[in-house]
């Protein structure tokens, strides 16, 4: 596997940046399906892949998202093109006959529900992870938020299912309103040991 070029880490990483304002420009749903198809090839423990994603795009469903944000969230929510709800769903299990063929019987591993949600939750949240980096090398700008109301999403977005929101990300193309500097990083010593 070969290395990026500094453009693309550039891109992906150092000189990437959490948006809080958005152009009007829209984001086309060949493009959100393109981005999912990214995602869906990320890593996840057992190929797994719990995350949900709903793609919250018309005014209506921008609306009841951003009433159930807290604070400066809701003004975003209205202003991007796509803010997208990363959820992850407790009947994965289910899909393993599936998505983990090599291994039959695998959804018999997460019988203990406390397993279970922690599974969902790390690996959809690795799956975030991909998600905001498959939207930076598309060319996309990124608002991940955790500020909402979990339950009332819940409700809202997911009723009837078994599924539990995780965290959200404005997406689209980022303008320079309300960036703020860069905030600092900790150097790997603090952050890190080889041992």
């Not at 018309?58 to 929510?77: D, F, T, V």
């Not at 909402?148 to 997911?158: M, S």
């Amino acid at each position: 596997m070969a290395k990026l070029d500094t453009a693309a880490l550039n891109q992906l990483f150092t000189q990437a940046r959490t948006r809080n304002g958005w152009s009007d420009q829209p984001i086309p749903e060949a493009v959100l399906r393109e981005l999912y198809d990214l995602v869906k090839f990320g890593p996840t423990a057992a190929n797994t892949t719990p995350a949900r994603f709903v793609f919250v795009q018309s005014p209506e469903a921008k609306a009841r998202l951003a009433a159930l944000s807290s604070g400066s969230n809701g003004p975003k929510i209205l202003q991007a093109p796509v803010t997208v709800i990363v959820g992850y769903d407790l009947d994965f299990p289910e899909t393993l006959d599936k998505l983990f063929p090599n291994a039959p019987g695998a959804k018999n591993w997460f019988g203990d529900p406390v397993a279970k949600e922690v599974g969902a939750l790390r690996n959809s949240s690795l799956q975030g992870g991909y998600f905001i980096l498959a939207a930076r090398a598309l060319g996309l700008d990124v608002g991940p938020m955790s500020g909402f109301d979990n339950a009332g999403v819940d409700k809202e977005f997911f009723a009837g299912t078994n599924i539990k929101s995780n965290f959200i990300a404005s997406i689209g193309y980022g303008t320079e309103e309300g960036l703020f500097p860069r905030n600092p990083r900790l150097d790997f010593e603090e952050a890190a040991r080889i041992i």
